[in-house]
């Protein structure tokens, strides 16, 4: 057995291919990353890492959903960078639960939902739960994460030095160091910046204080960056993605 790319298979292999494996879903985004990262950094972060997860679990890993809830200002800048297309959380939550139904009556049992966009979480997790009220899930079973979600702190200052919570984390070191083990030719060190005020998480606040929306976009530090950071960082992620399935 190994990984299997969903869109690859012809009619007559999906369902089998999905007996007795997990079927992963990577979540993502096109938001602003600042100067330094592409738009498409969530949606390329949940693609790799669900790969790297599947070729260690044998999963199947289905189409890459790369649009995304709308970015807030203090976690990725919200309207103040241009570029990010995002979806309300009505049509979210509407996407998520039709695919997760589609790909059960399929034959799916097992699914994990990866998501790479931290304004996802909510919807993500109110989709999972409207298809348990309605009776999609009686013979599946399902696990939705953040990646973030399974890294502790620790790990974090162990990787890089310094951690100020993930909710500064948007195109900062985690990010970046990610991108540049997935897909350095797409990542421009040079035009990285540091951003060292510490944003408050969870409040929203309109206008937007200019200091909450970071430095052209970056919410930490990235010019110490560099791809064993991301190396260690995607091990990390594999082996305990893995374990919890």
């Known amino acids: 057995m190994s990984a299997i790319k969903y869109e690859n298979l012809s ?7 999905l007996e007795d494996r997990w079927l992963i879903i990577p979540i993502g985004a096109i938001e602003q990353h600042g100067p330094h990262l592409p738009l498409a950094v969530d949606a390329l972060l949940a693609e ?16 890459t959903l790369t649009y995304g809830g709308r970015s807030l200002p ?6 103040s960078y241009p570029g990010t297309i995002h979806l309300q959380g009505n049509t979210l939550i509407d996407m998520y639960y039709q695919i997760i139904t589609r790909f059960v009556h ?6 994990l939902l990866l998501n790479a966009h931290w304004e996802n979480e909510p919807f993500m997790i109110e989709a999972v739960e409207i298809c348990r009220e309605y009776g999609v899930l009686e013979q599946a079973q399902v696990l939705a994460l953040s990646w973030w979600s399974v890294i502790d702190a620790t790990e ?5 030095g310094e951690f100020h919570g993930w909710h500064v984390e948007h195109a900062g070191q985690a990010e970046t160091a990610l991108m ?9 060190m040079d035009k ?3 951003y060292h005020e510490v944003i408050p998480a969870g409040i929203y606040q309109h206008p ?6 970071g430095n052209q976009g970056v919410l930490s530090p990235t010019q110490h960056v560099v791809p064993e950071m991301g190396n260690q960082l995607a091990i990390l992620l594999k082996e305990k993605i893995s374990a919890l399935v």
């Open 180 to 188: 540049l083990h997935y897909a350095p030719e797409l990542v421009c």
């Open 11 to 17: 009619w007559t292999e999906t369902k089998n291919s």
């Open 106 to 111: 399929l034959g799916a049992e097992k699914i």
């Open 208 to 213: 937007t204080p200019r200091s909450w929306v």
């Open 48 to 63: 790799h890492i669900s790969w790297d997860v599947a070729e260690q679990i044998d999963a199947v890993v289905a189409p």
């Open 74 to 79: 203090n976690s990725g800048g919200g309207p």
């Open 156 to 160: 974090m200052e162990r990787i890089f």
């Open 192 to 194: 990285a910046v540091d």
